[in-house]
């Protein structure tokens, strides 16, 4: 885990080092497993070799006799058990990350491949079904986190068919980029929304949201304000922005602000607009959240395929 760190840096743990993130730990699923009913890996059921074993001791019964029903996609309550423990025992990595950041004075926070649980037939990628239910494995963090891609206010926009946009990338140009289709569309976008709940159901510390991946050199600062206000809105209390394009070899991530160099457009805003998420964040994190209304967590319905979306594929 992160033994050599502690052997290298460990004398700033607590001090100059408070925590560790990660980013977008997940367990990887090619997407033709999902939409491609002609592909051979379009049936996706995770499996272990202690699978049977554990679910008897977690949920008191043998899952072998209802795996047919399972594996036909039947609605059954045995499918929400098995996918909420195919989950849970993904989620052990994160568990044990967890512990031993604790043990050792720190704090951990990071995001997944987390996207809202739709089902299989609607998009490229549902982790509820690679990753589990969002909540049990963001209770893991100390912030329960997100990710926050694209120009655009909904970062929901690649997951699903029906808004599925590949945004155009501008290499190293210092060149003005229109907004997103649809920019001010968050009907999907259901993440931040997932994290601040977690954090209120686990009393945990705060929020995190790894913000502007995917934006562009031609990114305006203007534009990211907005971006950041609309998450901190939703409940994020912790920023971090998203990793800049350096890498000493190889080709790397020109998408990707914030950008120090004099080939974007933050490089003159880039103190301002850091100064600005710190002071929103702090403001955000001393409030206490009052959630008046709850909704009802959908994705066991996901996982026994329980309604039928609209669907249109590519």
């Known amino acids: 885990m992160y033994e050599e760190y502690k052997k290298r840096l460990g004398k700033y743990f607590g001090d100059t080092i408070m925590g560790f993130f990660s980013d977008s730990d997940n367990r990887r699923v090619n997407v033709l497993v999902f939409y491609?009913?002609?592909?051979?890996?379009?049936?996706?059921?995770?499996?272990?070799?202690?699978?049977?074993?554990?679910?008897r001791a977690a949920y008191g019964y043998d899952i072998m006799p209802y795996m047919?029903?399972?594996?036909?996609?039947?609605?059954?309550?045995?499918?929400?058990?098995?996918?909420?423990?195919?989950?849970?025992?993904?989620?052990?990595?994160?568990?044990?990350?967890h512990a031993w950041l604790r043990e050792n004075g720190?704090?951990?926070?990071?995001?997944?491949?987390?996207?809202?649980?739709?089902?299989?037939?609607e998009t490229q990628r549902s982790s509820c079904f690679t990753e589990g239910r969002f909540s049990d494995l963001e209770r893991h963090f100390d912030y329960p986190g997100t990710d926050q891609e694209m120009y655009s206010l909904d970062s929901a926009k690649p997951t699903k068919f029906v808004n599925f946009y590949t945004p155009s990338v501008i290499w190293g140009e210092r060149e003005y980029m229109?907004?997103?289709t649809n920019f001010y569309d968050v009907s999907n976008d259901l993440r931040a929304k997932q994290a601040a709940a977690?954090?209120?159901?686990?009393?945990?510390?705060?929020?995190?949201?790894?913000?502007?991946?995917?934006?562009?050199?031609?990114?305006?600062?203007?534009?990211l304000r907005q971006i950041a206000a609309y998450q901190i809105m939703q409940g994020v209390t912790f920023v971090v922005p998203h990793a800049w394009h350096y890498r000493f070899t190889g080709?790397?991530?020109y998408f990707a602000p914030p950008d120090?160099?004099?080939?974007?457009?933050?490089?003159?805003?880039?103190?301002?607009?850091?100064?600005?998420l710190a002071a929103r964040t702090c403001l955000m994190a001393r409030?206490?959240?009052?959630?008046?209304?709850?909704?009802?967590?959908?994705?066991?319905?996901?996982?026994?395929g329980k309604w039928q979306p609209r669907i249109r594929h590519f």
């Open 178 to 180: 229109p907004k997103m």
């Open 106 to 121: 720190l704090e951990y926070t990071g995001h997944t491949s987390d996207s809202s649980p739709y089902l299989t037939q």
């Open 68 to 97: 047919p029903a399972v594996l036909r996609r039947e609605d059954v309550p045995q499918a929400a058990d098995y996918w909420e423990h195919a989950g849970r025992l993904m989620q052990g990595w994160f568990a044990a990350h």
């Open 287 to 304: 409030g206490k959240p009052v959630y008046p209304v709850a909704l009802i967590d959908p994705t066991e319905y996901a996982w026994r």
């Open 260 to 276: 120090f160099s004099d080939a974007g457009m933050l490089d003159y805003a880039t103190k301002q607009l850091n100064d600005e």
């Open 251 to 253: 080709e790397t991530k």
């Open 36 to 55: 491609d009913e002609n592909s051979p890996m379009r049936d996706y059921f995770p499996w272990s070799s202690d699978f049977e074993e554990t679910f």
């Open 198 to 223: 977690t954090a209120f159901q686990y009393g945990k510390k705060g929020v995190m949201c790894e913000m502007f991946a995917a934006s562009n050199y031609g990114v305006e600062p203007a534009t």
